[in-house]
């Protein structure tokens, strides 16, 4: 079945001060490491990147210019995948220390029964609303999770939804608001999303503190031993 994937890369990176996507994590670009592990799962690889980067050389198959949302450039993706393409892969180069499991995981878990699969890590702390200064309202960790990247969906079902509503934060949100069952894979608390220089420093240590364990007990080892046979 034919899986393509869809790098998100298209944001002006304005919390961070510049292109985030272009930054270097241990000699790599944020996009480069999304790329190799979109590639993991998929047999092709979609880039959506700004306006004026389109001539931007990377290893993807394909690079696409987005637009001034997080939906528009979604739709530039899915309108650059073929007729063949099933289910779609869509990960964001901001999270570039994505274990390699989440991708088959959330690939196997996108079965004929959900529209699609995702990672989900429980809250670590109880929610507060507040309003005014004041703390209107609590709610427990309890049942309460984050939501995380790569997704995965049908390919024709994740269309119809962005024809049905063209406005959303995420494809997931957009799925469940219209109704569609999702199912989700244990998330990582290590798949970070860099939003300010700080984040990419502690996804440095990170990558660095990966780099020191022993081969047999690194994140990415263990599963690699934990990939299903395909």
């Not at 592990?37 to 696409?64: F, G, I, K, Y």
């Not at 995981?105 to 702390?125: H, I, M, R, S």
């Amino acid at each position: 079945m034919d899986v393509w994937g869809i790098v998100l890369a298209g944001g002006e990176g304005r919390r961070f001060g510049g292109h985030k996507q272009f930054e270097l994590l241990g000699g790599v670009t944020l996009l480069e490491h999304a790329i190799n592990l979109v590639r993991l799962s998929c047999s092709h690889v979609v880039v959506v990147v700004p306006q004026a980067t389109e001539n931007l050389r990377c290893s993807a198959d394909l690079v696409v210019v987005g637009g001034p949302e997080r939906a528009d450039s979604v739709r530039a993706g899915l309108a650059a995948l073929p007729d063949s393409a099933e289910r779609v892969l869509i990960h964001d180069a901001a999270h570039p220390l994505a274990a390699p499991r989440l991708f088959h995981e959330a690939v196997a878990g996108c079965t004929d029964l959900v529209a699609g699969c995702l990672p989900l890590l429980a809250l670590a702390n109880t929610m507060a609303w507040v309003d005014g200064g004041i703390v209107q309202r609590a709610q427990s960790k309890e049942g309460v999770f984050t939501m995380q990247m790569p997704m995965v969906f049908w390919v024709d079902k994740l269309r119809d939804a962005h024809l049905a509503s063209r406005d959303t934060t995420d494809d997931a949100s957009l799925m469940v608001g219209l109704g569609h069952p999702m199912s989700y894979i244990p998330g990582e608390p290590d798949n970070l999303h860099i939003t300010t220089p700080s984040d990419l420093r502690l996804a440095a240590a990170i990558l660095q503190a990966r780099q020191d364990l022993p081969a047999a007990t690194s994140p990415t080892a263990s599963a690699a031993a934990q990939t299903p046979m395909s």
